[in-house]
């Protein structure tokens, strides 16, 4: 019993993952101009949190507060990324242009894994690394950060849940490093 109780869970929930991954990418290839933003949210924002980052180590005047973002900031975002991929080795989930038709795919991608999404993380660790550091410059990393992630929904890339993943693993990753860090 308790098996199939689990079984429609899981069901139930990736159901409603792939629902709301159609509501976002539905929106793709509707209007130009958002699909361009979109796009480049999705490949290039990401650019965008390193240079807050730099321009966020050239504002502190503190040398071991400028280590300790390094430190942070670098670790986390390393970190994250060897951590998804591990996660992806134990559970490995397609993209969605993989296993969907009628998929606005505004990106070309390899059919490599989708959850947890690397960008999302990675935008993720920056964007609360940089939070830690400066609460200003931490909400504008931090809107990026949602900007990359709802973009590569947006773009075809990732589900919702691919995104969530990413980001529960940004926030353990960089709570663990300030831990250790402080």
Not at 61 to 69: A, F, G, S, T, V
Request: charged residues 15%; aromatic residues 14%.
């Amino acid at each position: 019993k308790k098996t199939l109780f689990d079984a429609k869970i899981y069901l139930s929930i990736k159901f409603m993952d792939f629902q709301l991954f159609q509501s976002i990418n539905n929106l793709a290839g509707k209007n130009i101009w958002l699909d361009s933003f979109m796009i480049f949210c999705a490949e290039y924002l990401i650019f965008g949190l390193f240079l807050i980052l730099i321009f966020l180590l050239f504002t502190i005047k503190e040398k071991k507060e400028k280590i300790q973002l390094i430190i942070l900031s670098l670790s986390s975002t390393v970190l994250a990324w060897l951590l998804n991929h591990l996660i992806s080795l134990i559970y490995f989930r397609p993209r969605p242009f993989a296993t969907h038709h009628n998929i606005n795919l505004l990106i070309q991608h390899n059919q490599d894994k989708s959850f947890p999404s690397d960008h999302t993380a990675i935008a993720f660790a920056l964007g609360l690394s940089i939070y830690l550091f400066n609460k200003k410059l931490g909400i504008l990393a931090l809107i990026c950060a949602l900007l990359i992630a709802f973009a590569r929904i947006f773009c075809g890339l990732h589900y919702p849940l691919d995104i969530l993943g990413g980001i529960i693993v940004a926030i353990m990753v960089v709570w663990g490093t300030w831990k250790i860090i402080k």
